[in-house]
T-cell receptor
Framework: AQSVAQPEDQVNVAEGNPLTVKCTYSVSGNPYLFWYVQYPNRGLQFLLKYITGDNLVKGSYGFEAEFNKSQTSFHLKKPSALVSDSALYFCAVRDSGGSYIPTFGRGTSLIVHP | KAGVTQTPRYLIKTRGQQVTLSCSPISGHRSVSWYQQTPGQGLQFLFEYFSETQRNKGNFPGRFSGRQFSNSRSEMNVSTLELGDSALYLC????????????FGPGTRLTVT
């Protein structure tokens, strides 16, 4: 069965510092990977996705993620954090070798301190 | 372009009743998915529709059902409500299934008393 793990419930970072939100996955086939962000009192918004091709994917608001097949990871990164980046971040995977049902991680709360 | 809309936004029901939630996808999107979000279980996939056909179903009891209409609008129904059904129900639309990103609505907050 496919699964997604976000090992950190919360990540704290100072404004201006680089940030990383971790995600690892388990699928039987090739993964389709997604990152979403949920701001307080707002719906989930799409940030970026990896389907195939270049392992480094660039997305909205200056975020990027690196697909690492050997480590089955898809960590979300940003070179310089903003206070406005504070939100709940979700990693999701679909298994191309399975039913394609989307599985979401539990979410990581990112807190950027001024 | 208008986003995904869900109605109603808030709902209070009593155990044993049934409820119907509605979702209108972004214009041109043919796929609609439903999720249940709770503090304890996180985001759990309910079902996914494409061109009026259910393409995938999550691990939920048969009390949870859905459908999609020819205009891509979707409804989900929960019968014989239980206290544990209290949750935020999210609808998401995408151009197609599988490789396409989803656009989420604001959700319907269901409280079962």
């Amino acid at each position: 069965a496919q699964s997604v793990a976000q090992p950190e419930d919360q990540v704290n970072v100072a404004e201006g510092n680089p940030l990383t939100v971790k995600c690892t996955y388990s699928v039987s086939g090739n993964p389709y990977l997604f990152w979403y962000v949920q701001y307080p009192n707002r719906g989930l918004q799409f940030l970026l996705k990896y389907i195939t091709g270049d392992n480094l994917v660039k997305g909205s608001y200056g975020f990027e993620a690196e697909f690492n097949k050997s480590q089955t990871s898809f960590h979300l990164k940003k070179p310089s954090a903003l206070v406005s980046d504070s939100a709940l971040y979700f990693c999701a995977v679909r298994d191309s070798g399975g039913s394609y049902i989307p599985t979401f991680g539990r979410g990581t709360s990112l807190i950027v301190h001024p | 372009k208008a986003g995904v809309t869900q109605t109603p936004r808030y709902l209070i029901k009593t155990r044993g009743q049934q409820v119907t939630l509605s979702c209108s996808p972004i214009s041109g999107h043919r796929s609609v998915s439903w999720y249940q979000q709770t503090p304890g279980q996180g985001l759990q996939f309910l079902f996914e529709y494409f061109s009026e056909t259910q393409r995938n179903k999550g691990n939920f009891p048969g009390r949870f059902s859905g459908r999609q209409f020819s205009n891509s609008r979707s409804e989900m129904n929960v019968s014989t409500l239980e206290l544990g059904d209290s949750a935020l129900y999210l609808c998401a639309s995408s151009l197609e299934v599988r490789t396409y990103e989803q656009y989420f609505g604001p959700g319907t907050r269901l409280t079962v008393t």
